[in-house]
């Protein structure tokens, strides 16, 4: 930061209101690049979680999950680039922990990054996510999953009751 000027100022009152003028101006000036600068900062910021790791505690970016899988009381946490977080925490923990649209519940034990499904196979209930990970999903989470993809969710045509088709006699 600049240190403070002194100001060698005319006295007259005209000189005197156009350098108050052109300080005004510089103070805009200033003041548009901060708020600038706020917008810019306020969208690159990404949600972290702090996950305790054997070292001490780390901060992961949402962005970067790909999914996390529990198994009992353990979770793991699969990131960006294949590492793989163990944790001693449970799915619903981290599940309320991040509060993230982007991940969603498909599964008792799978909370997926809607943002990295490489692809669905509804034959096998499974999920293709980015850097080869699979996760399975619930058929009650297929039409939110469809969803997700953009796709329209098709209802079965009611089938008519047998009574219609074939009524007693």
Do not use: W, Y
């Given at each position: 930061m600049r240190?403070?000027?002194?100001?060698?100022?005319?006295?007259?009152?005209?000189?005197?209101?156009?350098?108050?003028?052109?300080?005004?101006?510089?103070?805009?000036?200033?003041?548009?690049?901060?708020?600038?600068?706020?917008?810019t900062q306020q969208q690159n910021t990404d949600k972290t979680i702090s996950v305790y790791v054997s070292s001490g505690y780390r901060l992961v970016h949402i962005s970067e999950i790909i999914m996390i899988r529990s198994m009992g009381n353990y979770s793991t946490i699969f990131l960006y680039g294949g590492e793989r977080i163990l944790t001693s925490r449970t799915l619903k923990y981290w599940e309320t922990k991040c509060g993230s649209e982007d991940l969603v519940r498909v599964h008792n034990s799978y909370l997926i990054h809607k943002g990295k499904i490489a692809a669905i196979q509804p034959d096998q209930c499974t999920i293709a996510m980015h850097g080869g990970l699979t996760a399975q999903y619930t058929r009650r989470s297929k039409s939110l999953l469809l969803g997700l993809l953009g796709h329209s969710i098709q209802t079965p045509k009611p089938k008519s009751p047998k009574l219609v088709l074939h009524p007693k006699s």
């Open positions: 240190t403070a000027q002194v100001l060698n100022l005319p006295g007259t009152e005209a000189s005197l209101r156009l350098e108050i003028e052109r300080l005004k101006h510089q103070l805009q000036v200033i003041q548009f690049k901060v708020d600038e600068l706020m917008c």
